[in-house]
């Protein structure tokens, strides 16, 4: 678990901090066993979707964990679900650092795994992981208002589920044994997560009848 000396969960900026500093580290690990820079590059993008896709699932996942499964883990997990948002963006933004870098080095190779479609659907996702990023912060609910900041959170979050799920997928296709078991987590998590909204989503009805 993440402890500090004192025995402490690492929580907050900290834990942040941290995740960041690993995501970097694992980024460096992989350029350092990469022949040439083309590889370097595709290397940081490939490490970097996994690292995303992570961080994401377990801020994805960290209120319906808490509500199913009461542990000091998942409660943990429901008081830094901010800061392990915070985490997959910069992860995120690392990911897009390693696509902008190869579409520089090698144009060529970048045109042939690249298309129109990925343009707009990759930016319309960083848009909304950049408003999710931005709006993370108690001051974002009292300027745009309760109601718009759960419906944009809970909107993105999925928007950004359905993409990771979108784009392992297509690659589980080609290489099943590779990309499976991050569809199958990615699934389970989906799962998770629309058992607990439709339940929440029940109870004020149900309170309502009362």
């Known amino acids: 678990m993440l402890r500090n000396a004192s025995g402490v969960f690492f929580s907050g900026w900290a834990l942040m901090a941290w995740l960041s500093l690993c995501v970097v580290a694992i980024c460096v690990a992989g350029l350092a066993i990469s022949s040439e820079p083309v590889e370097g590059a595709r290397m940081v993008i490939r490490l970097t979707a996994r690292t995303s896709l992570v961080l ?41 650092a390693g696509i902008i870098v190869l579409s520089k080095i090698d144009p060529q190779l970048f045109d042939q795994l690249t298309s129109p479609v990925t343009f707009i659907a990759g930016g319309f996702g960083y848009a909304v992981i950049l408003a999710l990023a931005i709006t993370s912060f108690d001051q974002a609910v009292a300027l745009i208002g309760a109601r718009r900041w759960r419906a944009l959170h809970t909107g993105g979050v999925w928007l950004i589920a359905v993409f990771f799920a979108i784009n392992f997928g297509r690659r589980a296709v080609m290489m ?17 997560r629309f058992a607990t909204d439709r339940r929440r989503a029940k109870v004020p009805a149900v309170t309502g009848r009362r």
């Open 176 to 192: 099943p044994a590779m990309y499976w078991p991050y569809m199958v987590l990615i699934f389970v998590a989906m799962a998770l």
């Open 56 to 96: 994401f699932l377990l801020a994805f996942t960290a209120s319906s964990l808490a509500a199913l499964f009461r542990a000091p883990l998942t409660e943990w997990l429901l008081t830094n679900r901010r800061y392990l948002g915070l985490a997959f963006a910069f992860s995120h933004g690392v990911h897009a």
